[in-house]
């Protein structure tokens, strides 16, 4: 299987930072990764796929860079409604997600 | 615009069978190249993913789960289904239905279900 380990698991941060959570393959996925965001009793969110592409509607605060097997999601300005928690997730083989990172004040 | 709805008892024994639906509003089951997932989530952890069906009836398991998991689709009704057999209760979680595309990305979700597996 391959696993996913993102770091770090929680991240402390104000309104207005520029937050980096990274993303890492037990092996080669190429760009086969999606991010998402989840609050608190809902479903999560997608916000990118394909690595970097952005979906529909996603504030452009968000992007997602990388390939092979290191991946981040860097949020450029946080807003107070980004605190949340992200996870990735790769589609290379099977699917499988990271951890999570928590986002809090 | 599609949505998706599970539905299904929130207590299961152990030892019986889970079952759960998700129903699709706003679109065709059959419409589309999409597969049909499930996704659960323990309490307080992270998200694993369980299985999808096809719109050509192929079905794919993750391996942990494989050989306890049935997904099926009734597209008379727009909805699929999830059965998992023998459960404990390790299999306490969230289920969350979603549907797939492009090989893999899940958008969008339904609101999740709580199934609690207890005597």
């Known amino acids: 299987d391959i696993q996913m380990t993102q770091s770090p698991s929680t991240l402390s941060a104000s309104v207005g930072d520029r937050v980096t959570i990274t993303c890492r393959a037990s092996q080669s996925i190429s760009s086969w990764l999606a991010w998402y965001q989840q609050k608190p009793g809902k479903a999560p969110n997608l916000l990118i796929y394909k690595a970097s592409t952005l979906e529909s509607g996603v504030p452009s605060r968000f992007t997602g860079s990388g390939s092979g097997t290191e991946f981040t999601l860097t949020i450029t300005s946080l807003q107070p409604d980004d605190f949340a928690t992200y996870y990735c997730q790769q589609y290379d083989t099977y699917r499988t997600f990271g951890q999570g990172t928590r986002v809090e004040i | 615009q599609v949505q998706l709805q599970e539905s299904g008892p929130g207590l299961v024994k152990p030892s019986e069978t889970l079952s759960l639906t998700c129903t699709v509003s706003g679109g065709s089951i059959t419409s589309g190249d999409y597969y049909w997932s499930w996704i659960r989530q323990h309490p307080g952890k992270g998200l694993e993913w369980v299985g999808y069906?096809?719109?050509?009836?192929?079905?794919y398991y993750a391996p942990s789960l494989r050989g306890r998991v049935t997904i099926s689709v009734d597209t008379s009704k727009n909805q699929f289904s999830l059965k998992v057999n023998s459960v404990t209760a390790a299999d306490t979680a969230v289920y969350y239905c979603?549907?797939?595309?492009?090989?893999?990305?899940?958008?969008?979700w339904g609101q999740g279900t709580l199934v609690t597996v207890s005597s």
């Open positions: 069906m096809s719109n050509s009836g192929h079905t």
């Open positions: 979603a549907r797939e595309y492009q090989g893999g990305i899940f958008d969008p």
